[in-house]
């Protein structure tokens, strides 16, 4: 049986903008960039933001939606996009190979009846294929450095995976699971699972601390509302 294993927030899935910023422009679009925000040595244009909503809302499958809220989350996914791209070069992290991103480009396509409906779903929300291919190859490089950065430290203890494992047991005995599997069959899938939560709250305590050393500056005030609890971005 396989466990539900947690999702990291879209934030960390539609990770892209920063390679695609200088190559790909949005299709058919006629914009006049400007700089909307400054962090450290790095500027997030009104463009790139715009290109994040789309992009993201594409690879979510979510109506289009261009309102202040949804570019204020977009900003603030592109600030903590601008940290990690900091370290990653600071870390001389290299990109990941091209065919990775193509292999991801493909999993998309496969959720289309046809080539043709692709396309016309990239039209629809703007963006072109080369702009999509370098999102996706920016959210490999991003979720791989995560996991290179974060998990050597993490350790789970045995008490963890029991416990874990007991609140599944439950489920599984309220559901009917027969067999019910047992702990030894699940042991890697729960230490996996409990891996992850450990290397997201490592990652949010680091971007935390990065936030607050960083020069953040809001050239487009209308983008500064966008800070939720514990001053996470989104």
Same mark, same amino acid.
Request: charge should be negative.
């Given at each position: 049986?396989? $466990?539900?294993?947690?999702?990291?927030?879209?934030?960390?899935?539609? /990770?892209?903008? /920063?390679?695609?910023?200088?190559?790909?422009?949005?299709?058919?679009?006629?914009? &006049?960039?400007?700089?909307?925000?400054?962090?450290?040595?790095?500027?997030?244009?009104?463009?790139?933001?715009?290109? !994040?909503?789309?992009?993201?809302?594409?690879?979510?499958?979510?109506?289009?939606? #261009?309102?202040?809220?949804?570019?204020?989350?977009?900003?603030?996914?592109?600030?903590?996009?601008?940290?990690?791209?900091?370290?990653?070069? $600071?870390?001389?992290?290299?990109?990941?190979?091209?065919? %990775?991103?193509?292999? !991801?480009?493909? @999993?998309?396509?496969?959720?289309?009846?046809?080539?043709?409906?692709?396309?016309?779903?990239?039209?629809?929300?703007?963006?072109?294929?080369?702009?999509?291919?370098?999102? +996706?190859?920016?959210? #490999?490089?991003?979720?791989?450095?995560?996991?290179?950065?974060?998990?050597?430290? &993490?350790?789970?203890?045995?008490?963890?995976?029991?416990?874990?494992?007991?609140?599944?047991?439950?489920?599984?005995?309220?559901? @009917?699971?027969?067999?019910?599997?047992?702990?030894?069959?699940?042991?890697?899938?729960?230490?996996?699972? $409990?891996?992850?939560?450990?290397?997201?709250?490592?990652?949010?305590? /680091?971007?935390?601390?990065?936030?607050?050393?960083?020069?953040?500056?809001?050239?487009? %005030?209308?983008?500064?509302? @966008?800070?939720?609890?514990?001053?996470? +971005?989104?």
């Amino acid at each position: 049986m396989r $466990l539900a294993m947690r999702r990291r927030p879209a934030v960390w899935l539609a /990770w892209a903008g /920063w390679l695609a910023w200088e190559s790909c422009a949005l299709l058919g679009a006629d914009v &006049i960039d400007r700089i909307a925000i400054t962090v450290a040595n790095q500027a997030i244009t009104a463009s790139q933001i715009d290109e !994040e909503v789309r992009v993201t809302a594409f690879l979510n499958r979510e109506k289009l939606d #261009l309102s202040l809220a949804e570019k204020k989350a977009a900003a603030g996914r592109l600030l903590d996009q601008a940290l990690i791209r900091r370290e990653m070069e $600071l870390s001389h992290y290299p990109l990941p190979e091209l065919s %990775d991103a193509e292999r !991801e480009l493909k @999993g998309l396509q496969s959720r289309y009846e046809s080539p043709q409906a692709f396309e016309e779903a990239l039209r629809q929300y703007g963006i072109t294929g080369a702009a999509l291919r370098e999102h +996706l190859r920016f959210q #490999l490089t991003v979720l791989r450095f995560i996991d290179y950065r974060f998990r050597p430290g &993490i350790q789970v203890p045995d008490a963890d995976i029991q416990s874990y494992y007991q609140q599944q047991l439950l489920k599984w005995r309220e559901q @009917g699971v027969q067999p019910v599997p047992s702990l030894e069959d699940e042991r890697a899938q729960i230490e996996e699972i $409990l891996t992850q939560q450990q290397i997201d709250e490592s990652l949010d305590s /680091w971007l935390a601390d990065a936030r607050k050393q960083a020069s953040i500056r809001y050239v487009d %005030d209308s983008l500064k509302d @966008g800070t939720l609890k514990d001053g996470r +971005l989104k």
